[in-house]
């Protein structure tokens, strides 16, 4: 089958992560796949290096745009596409509707409706204009799926794929004193790491109010805070340390390639998502490392923590529920290695790449079944 894959990001988002962990273990002798993506986009040599086709967009195509529906258009038919996948991409999925192949649409993020689509009428209207779009909706956590019923579209619609990462790889002393010098690491400190882009919605303020806490109750503990990821509130975010007077012991490393560098040095995975989070793949890479996880209780979070033996939830915004948190495990070495265990068992059970590649590979032929 042929299947053109759409998404509308120019940076290297969670998104962006999924698509090129789909692609990676899709099984090639039965799925034949075409990326189209914004010009210039950042994916382009991730998706170049697994050896996939790129094309690249001259319009948005996240709104309604004339002109995008005819770029996309064209480049169904020249790449024989049999089915479109789009990420967001309204323009894609009108594109496709007018070409006549079946669509899979992903909504990644969770969030209740709000604003206008608090209206009942509003919400069925925008339901009929989904449910015409999309053959099949992919929700990546239960909680995304709970959204998209309010919003209109029908269960038998929706199909629950929780997203899937590959396992992070080990590394030797070598490269973890390498890792170390480079984050400024003292071998010994217990390092606490958020992996999040730096936006409001992903919580880091809270965060930072509980490194405080934490470290004011164990003194006897050299903690390093690791905040991993690029956004628009790194400088806010710094001054915000800085009054907090925890500066020194805050490290923000921005983008990092390799993140089995950051994950094999982590006692604690940290989520302090207020909004828009289905299954994070910074947590599912941190439990196939076997790091402890403490999260937010927002949307998909709950879900992934599970029973509470792989870590702990805590209240959004709750620093101090976080902050006890990171103090039971940094304080017991018996329940942080009983974590580490489960973290592993619930990412091979649950969370791998290569189940979630093959429960959307089996989507895609059920549809080009019924088409």
Request: positive net charge.
């Amino acid at each position: 089958m042929r299947v053109l894959h759409v998404i509308s990001d120019r940076n290297i988002g969670g998104a962006g992560v999924l698509l090129c962990n789909l692609l990676r273990n899709f099984d090639t002798r039965c799925i034949e796949s075409t990326v189209l993506l914004p010009k210039n986009s950042l994916l382009k040599e991730r998706i170049l290096a697994l050896g996939v086709d790129v094309w690249e967009l001259e319009e948005e195509c996240d709104r309604f745009s004339v002109a995008s529906v005819r770029e996309i258009s064209g480049v169904i038919r020249r790449t024989g596409a049999q089915l479109l996948h789009a990420n967001a991409a309204l323009c894609a999925r009108i594109a496709a509707k007018r070409c006549r192949i079946p669509v899979v649409h992903t909504r990644h993020c969770c969030f209740p409706p709000r604003g206008i689509w608090k209206n009942s009428i509003l919400r069925h209207l925008g339901g009929a204009f989904n449910r015409r779009l999309s053959d099949r909706v992919i929700a990546t956590a239960e909680a995304a799926a709970e959204d998209l019923s309010l919003l209109g579209i029908p269960p038998q619609q929706i199909e629950v794929v929780i997203n899937g990462s590959p396992a992070i790889r080990e590394i030797g002393e070598q490269e973890q004193r390498r890792a170390r010098e480079r984050f400024g690491i003292q071998k010994g400190e217990f390092v606490v790491g958020i992996c999040a882009r730096l936006e409001e919605c992903k919580g880091h303020r809270t965060f930072f109010e509980a490194a405080k806490l934490v470290m004011e109750r164990l003194p006897t503990v050299s903690f390093r805070f690791l905040v991993v990821g690029t956004g628009t509130q790194r400088q806010a975010l710094e001054a915000y340390c800085q009054s907090l007077g925890i500066a020194p012991f805050v490290r923000f490393t921005g983008f990092v390639e390799d993140m089995a560098t950051v994950y094999r040095l982590l006692r604690i995975n940290v989520n302090c998502s207020t909004g828009t989070e289905t299954s994070c793949l910074a947590l599912s890479e941190g439990m196939s490392a076997g790091v402890p996880m403490i999260a937010s209780d927002y949307g998909g979070n709950r879900s992934m923590i599970g029973d509470g033996h792989a870590g702990f939830l805590f209240p959004v915004g709750d620093a101090n529920a976080l902050a006890d948190a990171i103090f039971r495990i940094a304080s017991d070495i018996n329940l942080e290695n009983a974590m580490r265990r489960e973290a592993r068992a619930r990412y091979e059970a649950h969370y791998t790449a290569k189940e979630m590649s093959q429960r959307v590979a089996h989507l895609y032929e059920e549809l080009l079944l019924k088409s």
